[in-house]
T-cell receptor, first 115, second 115 residues
Framework: RKEVEQDPGPFNVPEGATVAFNCTYS??????FFWYRQDCRKEPKLLMS???SGNEDGRFTAQLNRASQYISLLIRDSKLSDSATYLC????????????????FGQGTILTVHP | DAGVIQSPRHEVTEMGQEVTLRCKPI?????LFWYRQTMMRGLELLIY????????DSGMPEDRFSAKMPNASFSTLKIQPSEPRDSAVYFC?????????????FGSGTQLSVL
């Protein structure tokens, strides 16, 4: 089983639509969670961190369910510029808990927003 | 800030040749990561350094791969000898341990093609 699993899509939605992506992770010791965005032929960039209480950044809402080991990203009022690959990212700190463990990336979910 | 700088942007080589990829992290960052991205496997962590010391190289696929960080401002990833299956985009990323949510800053990547 992969450490981080995402539905690869692709998701094709019209402008203005609401779209949701899901992600599951296997390591219950995971401590930090993120969504990264990657445009075609570009490097990944941090979109937002995911907090236990859920958090919102404009049209983007991220949710975390530790019990189910599940993360989600909701995009409201989709724009053409939202077209990209969305990567679910998980960090499990090492046993000592003092240093930053490696980030594990999901395969990514491809989103295409059309006019 | 110039960001993470990688060179070359593109590398085309023949099987059996030595390939060296270079990375300059953001000044002051104390963590450096090498990732490889392919369509089949997504983003895979190869190795990461903390204060120039390799911490986890479990992702390095074979002995043909080696990475060094001789100082805080420079790292190399070497493949010798290269094989066609090494063709991928190689990303270098850096971050600062003090950053609360471990935001990674990626370079633009090196597109490697081994013929």
């Amino acid at each position: 089983r992969k450490e981080v699993e995402q539905d690869p899509g692709p998701f094709n939605v019209p402008e203005g639509a609401t779209v949701a992506f899901n992600c599951t992770y296997s390591n219950s010791a995971s401590q930090s969670f993120f969504w990264y965005r990657q445009d075609c032929r570009k490097e990944p960039k941090l979109l937002m961190s995911v907090y236990s209480s859920g958090n919102e950044d404009g049209r983007f809402t991220a949710q975390l369910n530790r019990a189910s080991q599940y993360i989600s990203l909701l995009i409201r009022d989709s724009k053409l510029s939202d077209s990209a690959t969305y990567l679910c990212v998980v960090n499990a700190r090492n046993a000592g808990g003092t240093s930053y463990g490696k980030l594990t990336f999901g395969q990514g979910t491809i989103l295409t927003v059309h006019p | 800030d110039a960001g993470v700088i990688q060179s070359p942007r593109h590398e085309v080589t023949e099987m059996g040749q030595e390939v060296t990829l270079r990375c300059k992290p953001i000044s002051g960052h104390d963590y450096l990561f090498w990732y490889r991205q392919t369509m089949m496997r997504g983003l895979e962590l190869l190795i990461y350094f903390n204060n120039n010391v390799p911490i986890d190289d479990s992702g390095m696929p074979e002995d043909r791969f080696s990475a060094k960080m001789p100082n805080a401002s420079f790292s190399t990833l070497k493949i010798q000898p290269s094989e066609p299956r090494d063709s991928a985009v190689y990303f270098c990323a850096s971050t600062l341990a003090a950053v609360r949510h471990e935001k990674l800053f990626f370079g633009s990547g090196t597109q490697l093609s081994v013929l």
